[in-house]
């Protein structure tokens, strides 16, 4: 499965240097069921994973020390958990039903995403 998503994110007037920040969602395993990851929205079956890697782009440019975090809302519909390499992301349904996937870079809150977890 090849998706490459990007969404703009967009900046809170308060944030400083954050003009034209994009993130990059990248699935670099296959789940068994198709998962869908849109500009800013994730579908996924209970009980399937996906493990993706988040780059943030300025512009044209890779921001390396850029540091993301997502934290999904509620917890029990969909699971968010750091991969093992600098930058990668666990996502799986839980339970079918709605949440929020909550993006954060550099400590500060950039977006939401909506995020749809379904029955087999």
Known sequence: MNLRIAFALSCAAFAAGCDNRTLELDPVTSPPRPVDIHARSVTIPVGVAVAVQARVFDGSDLDREARVELAASPHDVLGVDRG??????????????????????????????SASVRNQ
């Open 84 to 113: 093992l390499d600098r930058g990668t992301f666990v996502l799986y349904g839980m339970h079918e039903g709605s949440a929020k996937l909550e993006v954060t870079i550099d400590g500060s809150r950039m977006d939401y995403w």
